[in-house]
């Protein structure tokens, strides 16, 4: 089993950026594909981006496109969500999640076995 931890979510101004990390311990993180997903408040917990266990190949969601660089560092067990341009509509609860069956980076919740607390990420106008 895996135990997820995110953090680096906060405040920050429209047009701002953050780094989100997660730190995985437990198993070894390279054997995993790892996803990044959110949900705000009233909504349904979305896609955001994923990367492959090499880190060769992400995936992202329309609205992560061109703002968002998921990235991982496997010798340090993490991965990372680099958010920049943010926007009032980003404003949401970020999670890690891991998928321990596929190769290829899904973009569905239910494909992620392993998924950690969450850090709350708020973008003011």
């Known amino acids: 089993q895996v135990q997820l931890v995110e953090s680096g979510g906060g405040l920050v101004q429209a047009g701002g950026s953050l780094r989100l990390s997660c730190a995985a311990s437990?198993?070894?993180?390279?054997?995993?594909?790892m996803g990044w997903f959110r949900q705000a408040p009233g909504k349904e917990r979305e896609f955001v981006a994923a990367?492959?266990?090499?880190?060769?190949?992400?995936r992202y969601a329309d609205s992560a496109k061109g703002r968002f660089t998921i990235s991982r560092d496997n010798a340090k067990n993490t991965v990372y969500l680099q958010m920049n341009s943010l926007k009032p509509e980003d404003t949401a609860v970020y999670y890690c999640a891991a998928d321990t069956l596929r190769a290829l980076p899904g973009g569905r919740s239910y494909e992620y076995e392993y998924w950690g607390q969450g850090t709350q990420v708020t973008v003011s106008s």
């Open positions: 437990g198993r070894t993180l390279s054997r995993y594909v």
């Open positions: 990367i492959t266990r090499s880190g060769v190949s992400t």
